[in-house]
């Protein structure tokens, strides 16, 4: 069996470390891939971007790629799925149409309101003035999203109306200078424990797989701006299994029913960020098209079974067969390295220091922001590393985390020290 996996972060890495330990699969390939996948057995680096449509359909096609893994806004905005439908190739992600719960937020919101799908209140602006009018009503926090095709989707959580005002001028004004309508979105802020459920689909039936917490704030305590993600474990604390089955009934199930009654079927994974109010009511914060980052690497060492089983059986219509899917007696725990300036400008080309000094039956060091030049190891833009620890006891996942991210370092590497400990509160 041949796999393709389209990224380049620590979730392709740790896609193609866990497919490799498949004797199903016999080649895979990430496109374009890291330092890290590059010395996978059995894997591949592509110099191939995983939007350009044209490379990639051509190279499954010649090489007879069984799997293909979409992991890539881009690519799914692009419609790499619609292209790759047209293959032998099953490709795990929607078409562009449906992969708009993720790729459009005034989409979605939408969605979710049609549909009923709980969500925090909004309102969707097309006008500068209009948004500067609606945030003197409000009482803050709030949070407010720019609906921007031409950008990385970026969450800012205000305090205040000097700072929500200041940002909003400095959207519009993003908007005059490139000739990109823009829209903004302003919703409210929601008390709560957030956490994201990770569902797997044929389009008919949904399997859960499991939850995760991912640790956004870019310092310690939850301080600082929003980022992709500084750490992550699974299960999300004080998530249980009758509020996964609350959340399959009230939100997946009919996400994924809508979806097909308006003729955009989905097939592939789902992750679903949410909060738990202090109510215990669940409200839709996020959808991803795809396996979640760093959740991908949290998950995969819970698995009973390699991934590839449970895609072999959502490919034949075989889900509702699937059973003890996740290892409930493991928790594990990931712990994210980045250069300083992340996440807005960080140092890149910094050689790094590694070393081999961890325990590799307990944590796994993925790459993210790697490139190898010189057969020196080089850091590149945004996140650099992703350390994953696992174990019977959470605290001890996460000392495995750590001890596995001492065996690198480069001049401006940071990292959060309370992943696992922090409060779950949003």
């Keep these: 069996m041949k796999i393709l996996v389209i990224g380049k972060g620590a979730r392709e890495h740790a896609l193609c470390w866990h497919f490799a330990q498949s004797n199903k699969i016999t080649s895979i390939w990430a496109a374009p891939g890291n330092g890290g996948s590059a010395e996978i057995p059995k894997t591949k680096n592509l110099e191939i971007s995983g939007n350009n ?82 945030i003197k009503t409000r009482s803050f926090p709030i949070i407010i999203k720019p609906d921007d095709p031409t950008t990385i989707p970026a969450i800012y959580k205000i305090f205040n109306e000097a700072e929500a005002s200041h940002l909003i001028k400095q959207l519009f004004s993003k908007n005059h200078s490139n000739n990109t309508p823009m829209k903004i979105l302003i919703e409210e802020f929601i008390e709560g424990h957030q956490f994201t459920l990770t569902t797997l689909t044929d389009s008919t039936i949904t399997l859960p797989i499991s939850t995760s917490t991912n640790y956004r704030h870019l310092l310690e305590n939850n301080q600082g701006v929003l980022t992709g993600g500084m750490g992550a474990c699974s299960p ?37 960020t949410l909060v738990k109010t202090n109510g215990s009511e669940f409200k839709v914060l996020d959808f991803n098209c795809r396996l979640g980052d760093p959740d991908t690497q949290v998950l995969l060492p819970r698995l009973n079974a390699n991934l590839i089983d449970l895609c072999i059986a959502a490919k034949y219509n075989q889900l509702s067969q699937q059973r003890n899917v996740i290892n409930s007696k493991i928790n594990s725990v990931a712990v994210i390295a980045a250069s300083q300036g992340y996440p807005s400008h960080t ?80």
Aim: glycine share 4%; hydrophobic share 35%; proline share 3%.
């Design 236 to 272: 999300a604390p004080m998530i249980t299994e009758q509020d996964i089955d609350k959340v399959m009934t009230e939100v997946i199930n009919p996400t994924i029913t809508a979806l097909s009654a308006e003729g955009n079927a989905y097939f592939g994974f789902l992750s679903t």
């Design 347 to 426: 140092q890149t080309g910094e050689t790094i220091k590694t070393s081999d000094q961890y325990d590799h039956t307990k944590s796994q060091l993925f790459h993210a922001g790697t490139k190898r030049m010189d057969k020196q190891l080089l850091t590149g833009a945004s996140r650099v590393f992703c350390a994953t620890g696992w174990a019977e006891e959470s605290h001890t996942a996460s000392q495995y985390a750590y001890d596995c991210l001492r065996s690198v370092s480069w001049p401006s590497m940071i990292y959060r020290k309370d992943i696992q400990t922090a409060s779950q509160s949003s």
């Design 53 to 134: 449509i044209h490379r990639i359909t051509h190279f499954v096609s010649q090489n007879q790629i069984d799997f293909c893994f979409v992991n890539t806004e881009a690519a799914l905005s692009a419609g790499l799925n619609d292209a790759l439908a047209l293959s032998n190739t099953t490709c795990f992600g929607p078409s562009a149409q449906a992969a708009q719960l993720e790729t459009s937020v005034s989409f979605v919101r939408s969605f979710m309101t049609q549909h009923q799908i709980p969500s925090p209140d909004y309102s969707i602006f097309h006008d500068e003035l209009a948004a500067l009018n609606f």
